[in-house]
């Protein structure tokens, strides 16, 4: 089982949908939570933490956290065409600063 | 402040080969890591230093990987000899804390 894992893509959403993307993790003593952006050639960007069980909203995302199912999502509101990006869910536990990512969801958001 | 900085932005050589990249991260983050990434194996830890030591050295394939932070402000990947499925992007990121990475530009290696 991978230690991180992510719905495999590309999910296509047309423009002004939701976007749902979605991460489980193994490791039940994680406690640091991320969801990165990256564009083709270019490297990861952080848009969105989470450390506690709940919802998160910053703009039009939205992080879900439920640590006793293991799994973790990103909402995109109102999708744009210039989100059309692959996502990389991002845990890290309490004991060191080792950050593991999934292999990522790409996302094609069409007008 | 300028980011993270890495060199080369590409590098091609051949088989056999050595091969250095090097980091810059940013001023008064205590982690850096490297990772690398490919279509098949996405994005993957390869080490990670804190406060300019080797904490976890675990994703490393093999000996002909070795990594050094000789201070706060600069580090290096080697690979010697280099091969083919080497070929990548290496990733070097920094962060306060080990949170909220942020990423150099990476390298694209390609071993021919």
């Known amino acids: 089982q991978k230690e991180v894992e992510q719905n495999s893509g590309p999910l296509s959403v047309p423009e002004g949908a939701i976007a749902s993307l979605n991460c489980t993790y193994s490791?039940?003593?994680?406690?640091?939570f991320f969801w990165y952006r990256q564009y083709s050639g270019k490297s990861p960007e952080l848009i969105m933490s989470?450390?506690?069980?709940g919802d998160k909203e910053d703009g039009r995302f939205t992080a879900q956290l439920n640590k006793a199912s293991q799994y973790v999502s990103l909402l995109i509101r109102d999708s744009q065409p210039s989100d059309s990006a692959t996502y990389l869910c991002?845990?890290?536990?309490?004991?060191?600063?080792?950050?593991?990512f999934g292999q990522g969801t790409e996302l094609s958001v069409k007008p | 402040d300028a980011g993270v900085i890495q060199s080369p932005r590409h590098e091609v050589t051949e088989m056999g080969q050595e091969v250095t990249l090097r980091c810059k991260p940013i001023?008064?983050?205590?982690?850096l890591f490297w990772y690398r990434q490919t279509m098949m194996r996405g994005l993957e830890l390869l080490i990670y230093?804190?406060?300019?030591?080797?904490?976890?050295d675990s994703g490393m394939p093999e000996d002909r990987f070795s990594a050094k932070m000789p201070n706060a402000s600069f580090s290096t990947l080697k690979i010697q000899p280099s091969e083919p499925r080497d070929s990548a992007v290496y990733f070097c990121?920094?962060?306060?804390?080990?949170?909220?990475?942020?990423f150099g530009s990476g390298t694209q290696l390609s071993v021919l």
């Open positions: 990121a920094s962060s306060f804390l080990g949170e909220k990475l942020f």
């Open positions: 490791d039940r003593v994680s406690q640091s």
């Open positions: 989470i450390y506690s069980n």
């Open positions: 991002a845990v890290k536990n309490n004991q060191g600063g080792k950050l593991i």
């Open positions: 001023s008064g983050h205590d982690y």
């Open positions: 230093f804190n406060n300019n030591v080797p904490i976890d």
